[in-house]
């Protein structure tokens, strides 16, 4: 192949191809998606996130959480996810309208997160951030004690001390553990993970 | 130098010949012995391969027109399009509630009542047969929903067998349209056959038993008169039993108590 | 033209100029190439720490657990990094700026650009993995280096792509050679990927789940349109150069390239199959990675035909050896991604560590296997000394070959296994882990392997450089080299 202007303009349109389809189409029709309002409750969904759920975000990106539990509910044609209760319907693109980035996930070492703001308090989220294999046996997620402080019990405890710890981390008597800010988001943001509200393009039982 | 191309040539070979040339360039062993440049060979491309290559191409475009939504940005399911390729998503009817009952049969029933339906000797009870569930005897379709909204505790016979166990209440998870579904399945499952249980009779059902806390024991459940979706009449109240005359049981004993 | 060579011996052959040209294409190539290799081998050695570390944690989840720098969630995504752009694009572009020296038979000019990319790209890597640990990592699959670390690698880039086609432009009139196009291809469409990915991942993101379409297609088309190429265009000239034979088919390596050209950028979303995409974005991705068997046929066939007979170079030629099992690596894991897109097998491989293996055969198997024969081929020529020990390149080759295999072994049946049990829904999710941890310990073993390899090769290297041993006449072989008939010598 000696005609190089041919040889050139053949890298360039096979790239262009692709990059329409994947890049430039997705930006336009999936990219400017708005939220919608729910018909029966009035409000816009998905919801906004609160500041500190918003700022827990970040958390999440920075501490690669992303690497072992997925966002994303596939259907039921495809997979087994809402028989095994990941969410009642898959999840389409405007779910992900809120996420800075979009947390899809392609590994699932740990469960999907889609709707685990439907499964579990706050007090197990701190429990579980501080010390998983305390209250998940057998599980092999990375500690976050870092995302706590272990410290003396000054008068009264402080009111968000971590309660009933176990196992080799637990507050000797007199101490205690407490959240920074940034596990305070991050469970914020973690409670946020409910994506059950009805939308138009993901009808609720997706059959086969 | 040697003309013959096929003796790779060798160092010392060429050694007094370059000499002066390797006072400019150091031309060292590895280049002295490297093969020429590649080029490229002219063999046709074999039948077999572009064979291969086009069955591919008809197969692709026949998967992505089949596949792909009506290529449109609202439909994520591939399956959800007729093959006419009609834009927007079809709707296939309302779901069935074989399917959706079982889903949620494995999902929250298996685990005591078997994949079989038969349950657990001496533990849970089997459904297979089950006059609980196929609303015979002193059994209505009430009562049953009443069971799964509610729970069911203390001594109970099924199939002439006492079991004592507990069952935990559904209401609070599973929707009308879920106990309907799940309920249908189990009467239409492991040969059984029995009507099916909507969505309607079910909010009927838990409107009335709003304030039901604890879970319903056997004796209380016989106290209820039995009733039956009757698909001519708007399903009946616990208050003013309804007998369906088609069907194959007993008809109801006097009014009793209001619904306990 | 009347050469340097021509004017002080007129007698001298058309063989002696090019052998004094191509002399002299290695010299001017010599600091930019070597620059490269030095650092991308130190960065694989970075890179395989890390790996050994994250992939130790996830079997002892206490493992080294106090430090927020030092948790699962940055040490995997550093791993993937480093050996990503501080490996195995480094050693992809002093590959590949060698091959197009050489192949455009002009001696390097203005290497001094190529040296401050050199530095400025392995700055970025720097500062990319130490954001990364630090905590800015935004969590984009294959772009975790923060924003402030990426725009140091993207002008780096530039200088390379500049002086790239300033090189092509003053090549020698000729035949355009498979490899070039390769290569061509490859530098043009780097930039063009990373460019448009910072801009709408990191600079201006997209919202909503548009982002994993552009991320997807960016990371997919890192692996075919970066790294697959200059794989390529390394093994297109390695195999017939060290056998001395022509290419079995110009027709197939025009079919091989524009297949892959047309099919590999559309295959980014067999990542994400079942995923919150419209129906038609997934069926194209998965129509695109079938069509993958095109050019994977194209070039398997094109090769194996070019070495059929010669099969016994791979007794005695390192470079041989390692190209062939990257070339054979490459079948096996395109034929293997293609079959993973097929949704009914995706429903079982995906989320799993199938997944992770098949990720290892392809950037180790092939493409660093690859650049492994291509720098033992070219490091001599810079250096102008000959590799000190064939032992240690025998260790390394078997370590590496031996180590992969098991990894990507492993990783396989633990995926199979943990997919099928995350696809059960009667199975606990803890079930799935459980059943995948002995596979787990396995890869952390062939890890252990594959470092030694490293740090091998690396002390191999250092070595050269410092010019260490006896001075040979001869290059370093496994065995004594038996050309069969017909070779082309020069």
């Not at chain 2, 779901?95 to 349950?119: A, E, F, N």
């Not at chain 3, 200088?159 to 000729?174: K, Q, V």
Request: with cysteine; hydrophobic share 45%.
């Amino acid at each position: 192949m000696n005609r190089l202007p041919l040889l050139f303009l053949g890298i360039f349109l096979t790239f262009a191809s692709a990059w329409a389809g994947l890049v430039a189409y997705p930006y336009l029709k999936l990219g400017q998606l708005l939220p919608i309002t729910n018909e029966e409750t009035g409000e816009l969904v998905p919801p906004p996130l609160s500041g500190i759920a918003d700022a827990g975000q970040d958390v999440y990106a920075a501490n690669g959480c992303l690497y072992c539990h997925s966002q994303q509910v596939r259907p039921a044609y495809l997979s087994t996810d809402i028989a095994k209760g990941l969410g009642p319907r898959r999840t389409v693109a405007r779910d992900y309208i809120r996420s800075r980035p979009a947390f899809l996930g392609t590994m699932r070492t740990g469960p999907d997160l889609t709707n685990v703001g439907l499964r579990y308090s706050a007090e197990w989220q701190h429990r579980h951030l501080y010390e998983p294999g305390e209250v998940s046996k057998g599980s092999i997620m990375p500690a976050f004690r870092y995302l706590y402080i272990m410290q003396k019990i000054e008068g009264a405890p402080n009111a968000d001390a971590l309660k009933d710890l176990t196992g080799p981390h637990a507050p000797k008597p007199g101490y205690e553990v407490v959240p920074t800010e940034d596990a305070k988001a991050l469970v914020a943001y973690l409670l946020s993970l409910k994506r059950n509200y009805p939308l138009p393009e993901s009808p609720e039982e997706a059959l086969e | 130098m040697s003309e013959d191309p096929n003796i790779p040539e060798s160092e010392e070979f060429r050694e007094d010949e370059l000499s002066s040339e390797m006072n400019v360039a150091k031309v060292h062993g590895s280049i002295m012995r490297e093969q020429a440049d590649p080029r490229d060979g002219y063999e046709p491309i074999s039948l077999w391969l572009i064979t291969f290559s086009f069955a591919l191409v008809f197969w692709a475009g026949m998967y992505l027109v089949g596949n792909s939504g009506g290529f449109s940005s609202e439909v994520f399911n591939a399956n959800l399009v007729a093959w006419d390729g009609s834009g927007a998503a079809v709707d296939k009817g309302p779901p069935d509630p074989m399917i959706v009952g079982k889903r949620v049969y494995t999902q929250y029933c298996l685990v005591c009542h078997q994949s079989t339906g038969l349950g657990v000797a001496g533990q849970f009870p089997p459904l297979v047969d089950s006059e609980w569930v196929l609303a015979r005897e002193w059994h209505g379709d009430n009562h049953v929903v009443k069971v799964v909204l509610n729970g069911l505790q203390g001594p109970i016979t099924v199939k002439g067998n006492l079991y004592n166990n507990a069952m935990a209440p559904w209401g609070g998870v599973l929707k009308d349209e879920q106990v309907a579904s799940v309920l249908t399945y189990i009467r239409n499952e492991w040969g059984n056959a029995a009507p099916p249980i909507t969505a309607e009779f079910v909010a009927l059902i838990r409107e009335q038993n709003a304030d039901r806390k604890e879970a319903w024991t056997q004796k209380e459940l016989q106290a209820i008169p039995r009733a039956v979706i009757d698909a001519s009449a708007p399903p009946a109240a616990d208050e003013a039993p309804a007998a369906d005359p088609a069907a194959p049981s007993q008809p109801p004993a006097a009014t009793a108590a209001p619904g306990a | 033209m009347t050469t340097l060579a021509e004017s002080l011996n007129p007698s001298s052959s058309e063989q002696t100029l090019e052998k004094i040209e191509r002399s002299a294409i290695d010299a001017s190539a010599r600091l930019p190439v070597l620059l490269f290799f030095g650092t991308a081998i130190f960065w694989l050695l970075i890179g395989s720490l890390l790996a050994l570390v994250a992939s130790f944690k996830m079997s002892i989840p206490g493992f080294l657990d106090n430090e927020a720098w030092l948790t699962f969630g940055r040490v995997r995504p550093a791993h993937m990094n480093t050996v990503i752009y501080g490996w195995a694009s480094a050693a992809g572009i002093g590959v590949g700026l060698w091959l197009m020296a050489r192949l455009c038979r002009v001696a390097m000019m203005h290497t001094s650009l190529l040296i401050v990319a050199a530095i400025f790209w392995n700055l970025g890597v720097l500062v990319g993995t130490l954001g990364i640990l630090a905590g800015d990592s935004r969590s984009i699959e294959w772009l975790e280096f923060p924003g402030y670390s990426t725009p140091i690698l993207f002008i780096a880039y530039a200088f390379i792509g500049i002086w790239g086609i300033i090189m092509f432009r003053f090549r020698r009139p000729g035949h355009v050679y498979v490899s070039q196009w390769y290569l061509l291809a490859a530098f043009l469409w780097f930039p063009w990927l990373y460019g448009t990915v910072n801009i709408l991942l990191i600079w201006q993101p997209i919202l909503g789940s548009a982002q994993g379409a552009v991320n997807w297609w960016y990371a997919h088309n890192v692996l075919g349109l970066w790294f697959t190429p200059i794989g390529l265009a390394s093994a297109y000239y390695m195999i017939p150069k060290v056998i001395g034979r022509p290419i079995h088919s110009y027709y197939l390596s025009i079919l091989g390239f524009w297949s892959l050209a047309l099919f590999y950028s559309w295959n980014g979303m067999h990542h994400l199959i079942g995923g919150p995409f419209p129906a038609w974005m997934i069926s194209a991705s998965v129509v695109a990675s079938i069509m993958m068997f095109i050019p994977v046929i194209t070039v398997a066939i094109n090769h194996h035909m070019t070495m059929k007979g010669h099969f016994g170079g791979l007794k005695w030629s390192p470079t041989l050896r390692f190209t062939v099992f990257g070339a054979m690596s490459y079948t096996v894991v395109s034929f293997q991604g293609s079959l993973m897109a097929i949704p009914t097998l995706n429903q079982i491989t995906h989320f799993t560590h199938y997944t992770i293996g098949h990720s290892h055969l392809g950037l180790y198997a092939f493409f660093t296997m690859m650049m492994f024969g291509a720098m033992y081929y070219i490091t001599p020529r810079l250096v102008g000394w000959e590799w000190p020990s064939a032992n240690l390149i025998r260790w390394h080759f078997w370590l590496a070959a031996i180590g992969i295999l098991v990894m990507v072994g492993a990783l396989t049946l633990g995926g199979i296994i943990q997919g099928l049990a995350l696809y059960d829904p009667a199975v606990n999710f803890m079930n799935s882990m459980h059943f995948a941890s002995p596979f787990l310990w396995v890869r952390s073993i062939s890890g252990l392997l594959l470092t030694a390899a490293h740090v091998i090769f690396a002390v191999h290297f250092v070595m050269m450089l410092l010019q260490m041993g006896s001075k040979r006449g001869e290059p370093t072989l496994f065995a004594r080299p038996v050309l069969e008939e017909e070779t082309l010598s020069v």
